[in-house]
């Protein structure tokens, strides 16, 4: 997989002829010049791992504290690359996390609660 292309995009999971690449290990290929009278031309190989498998949801649970706050939990099951981030939503209104949490902490009653993992390529 050549990334030379000026409309190439790892993230959208295609080679450069527009091809969905299947499951499994690749490599990105970096190629450089150094800007000064006769260098030689350097390549970087990063391994990545294709994976379009999306991770499950399961078992959000809501717990009232004591102080007054809600405690929302939920259980990721990804069993190859993994994911590194995820979306909340609490009555439709988007939180922050931070990457791989399993918990979030509402101050206001959850009512609705949308939760999205995202999928990642390992490098």
């Given amino acids: 997989m050549q990334g030379d292309s000026p409309n190439h995009h790892l993230e959208d999971g295609r080679d450069d002829e527009g091809n969905i690449l299947p499951y499994g290990d690749y490599f990105y ?29 399961e078992n959000i649970q809501v717990e ?31 939180k922050s996390l931070e990457s791989g949490a399993m918990e979030y902490i509402s101050d206001e009653k959850p009512e609705i609660v949308r939760y999205l993992p995202l999928m990642v390529y390992t490098m």
Wanted: hydrophobic share 25%.
């Fill in 29 to 57: 290929v970096y190629k450089s010049t150094l800007n000064y009278d006769g260098p030689e031309p350097q390549q970087t190989k990063i391994p990545f791992k294709m994976d379009g498998a999306v991770p499950g949801v």
């Fill in 64 to 94: 009232d504290q004591k102080d007054g706050n809600y405690k929302i939990t939920w259980d990721v099951q990804e069993e190859d690359t993994g994911y590194t981030g995820s979306m909340l939503w609490v009555n439709r209104k988007r």
